[in-house]
């Protein structure tokens, strides 16, 4: 069972962390990505599918192919972050359940008719799970992000993903020490009574 995080833990993790449109001249490590997976990877997906493709971006070539898939002011915020990271999904997950989960023949229930489009829904769900991962684990180990949807997916799927047309882009984002004169201030939030009730 699980302890509650400090008050300065949660802060961290959601109530004063931002999302980052430019950073400090901190660079960030393969070590540094290689912790932050280590963390994202313990989320929960369905079925312990983890359908996410991760390609991190450390050299400035890197994020210089993905800069030329954005869009607006995306492409400088990309060139200017010590990292980015394509979080990719693949819709072929499930040829990996075997090892991944062992205790039931767990594969079959994405073959058949239908199944590639059920095996599209289920990796879009839990790629998109896995992305959040990243966020709160990049967060946990004091670093910053910049999730962005502005790009074009066919051109980061060409780019990143050459012959794998069972993997496709969900989104992107830049990584690395906030500066904090590149954000505004935060937009609102909605209290509770607004989106949710109770039954």
């Not at 001249?25 to 963390?39: G, K, M, Q």
């Not at 062992?102 to 799970?129: I, M, Q, T, V, Y």
Request: aromatic share 12%; charged share 25%; with cysteine.
């Amino acid at each position: 069972m699980g302890e509650p995080l400090s008050e300065a833990g949660l802060d961290t993790i959601f109530r004063t962390a931002r999302t980052y449109n430019g950073y400090t001249d901190a660079p960030v490590t393969e070590a540094d990505i290689r912790s932050i997976y280590d963390l994202l990877k313990m989320g929960p997906t369905s079925a312990n599918q983890h359908p996410a493709r991760f390609v991190w971006l450390l050299s400035q070539e890197g994020k210089n192919k993905l800069a030329d898939c954005a869009t607006g002011t995306n492409p400088d915020k990309i060139r200017k972050a010590p990292a980015a990271v394509v979080i990719g999904m693949d819709w072929n997950f499930h040829e990996h359940l075997p090892d991944l989960f062992p205790h039931a023949d767990a594969k079959s229930w994405f073959e058949g008719e239908g199944a590639l489009e059920k095996r599209k829904e289920h990796a879009f769900r839990n790629s998109s799970l896995q992305g959040a991962y990243f966020i709160i684990a990049a967060r946990a180990l004091g670093f910053d992000t910049g999730p962005m949807s502005g790009f074009d997916n066919a051109k980061v799927d060409e780019a990143f993903f050459p012959g794998q047309p069972h993997v496709k882009s969900n989104f992107i984002s830049t990584l690395g020490h906030g500066d904090p004169s590149t954000i505004f201030d935060r937009s609102p939030r909605p209290e509770f009574e607004r989106f949710n009730r109770v039954g």
